[in-house]
């Protein structure tokens, strides 16, 4: 059985990713700063920081595979602490490098973002852009394979309190409004998290090798015609206000004009129905969000 590692696979994504690999038979091993509440009875749960290249070193020992997602991920944090975020993003992903060098893994697969095609993004965008060009001369010096993954507009249960559709019905149910600033006419390519996590399994095939692949859904869509789909699913009772202003920090249109290394699209063959998807969210946050299920602890 192959052994891999997850880094932040106690999170949205990475927790995902964990189960998909797990369902397809590997054996999985998460490592992150805080136990995951979904890890499962064959998963392994290291508690460590990626900043530690002692930790990062023993928990990469032993393992084929390496999935990197563990990052700062939040575009606002990210502008606030740009040192933080370098230091978490670029330091621990050198890590990681020279951890999987060392230990001969079979593939380094990296948590990139659509953002490395923008000048948007803050530090988030430049903490990504430049993990990239690591990873790409770690590869041309040292014969690291790898492969670069950039998603697309993530959505799906486990998501955190930034991420965009969630953020929304989390308002919706708990003040029957949407408040959204920015353009309304913004345009996202939404993937459900769990395709998302299953076409990250299928990237271990030999044809994915050193490869750069933008991961995302099949519906493009504006803004204001995702507002209108919830509203619909809320029954047209909820108010929805957009609030005028230029986000500066997040695109309009989903990027492909920048240069980094280019990358092959790839899409789910089959995939979850928007509408379904977002029931899905709706379900998760009123069972494990402690607002609304007040069975919940404040660890859940």
């Known amino acids: 059985m192959k052994k891999v590692l997850v880094?932040?696979?106690?999170?949205?994504?990475?927790?995902?990713?964990?189960?998909?690999?797990?369902?397809?038979?590997?054996?999985v091993v998460i490592f992150d700063k805080s136990r995951s509440p979904y890890l499962k009875p064959s998963q392994k749960m290291i508690i460590g920081d990626i900043c530690d290249a002692h930790e990062v070193d023993a928990a990469v020992n032993g393992c084929d595979y390496v999935y990197h997602l563990a990052a700062?991920?939040?575009?606002?944090?990210?502008?606030?602490?740009?040192?933080?975020?370098?230091?978490?993003?670029?330091?621990?992903?050198?890590?990681?490098?020279?951890?999987?060098?060392?230990?001969?893994?079979?593939?380094?697969?990296?948590?990139?973002s659509i953002y490395v095609y923008s000048d948007l993004g803050s530090f988030y965008r430049i903490s990504k852009q430049t993990c990239e060009k690591l990873i790409e001369e770690y590869?041309?010096?040292?014969?690291?394979?790898?492969?670069?993954?950039?998603f697309g507009s993530l959505y799906g249960p486990r998501a955190n309190a930034f991420n965009g559709i969630h953020k929304m019905i989390r308002q919706a149910l708990e003040t029957g409004e949407i408040l959204r600033q920015g353009d309304d006419e913004?345009?996202?390519e939404y993937i459900h998290v769990k395709d998302a996590a299953d076409m990250c399994v299928k990237i271990l095939a030999p044809?994915?090798?050193?490869?750069h692949l933008i991961i995302t859904g099949h519906q493009r869509m504006q803004v204001k015609e995702l507002?209108?789909?919830?509203?619909?699913?809320?029954?047209?009772?909820?108010?929805?206000?957009?609030k005028q202003g230029i986000d500066k920090h997040h695109y309009k249109v989903t990027p492909y004009?920048?240069?980094?290394?280019?990358?092959?699209?790839?899409?789910?063959e089959v995939f979850y129905d928007?509408?379904?998807g977002i029931l899905e969210v709706i379900d998760d946050i009123q069972h494990n969000d402690p607002l609304f299920n007040k069975t919940q602890g404040s660890d859940s």
């Open 7 to 27: 880094t932040g696979g106690s999170g949205f994504l990475g927790s995902h990713i964990a189960d998909s690999l797990t369902d397809s038979g590997y054996e």
């Open 72 to 112: 700062e991920a939040d575009i606002g944090a990210s502008a606030q602490d740009p040192a933080r975020t370098m230091t978490l993003n670029v330091g621990g992903t050198i890590h990681f490098l020279n951890a999987c060098l060392k230990h001969k893994v079979k593939r380094l697969v990296f948590s990139s």
């Open 139 to 150: 590869a041309k010096e040292f014969g690291l394979k790898f492969t670069i993954l950039r």
């Open 207 to 211: 044809a994915y090798e050193n490869t």
């Open 186 to 188: 913004a345009i996202r």
């Open 257 to 268: 004009t920048y240069a980094p290394r280019s990358a092959r699209r790839i899409t789910p």
């Open 274 to 276: 928007m509408g379904q």
């Open 227 to 242: 507002m209108t789909l919830i509203s619909e699913i809320f029954n047209n009772q909820l108010k929805i206000t957009y």
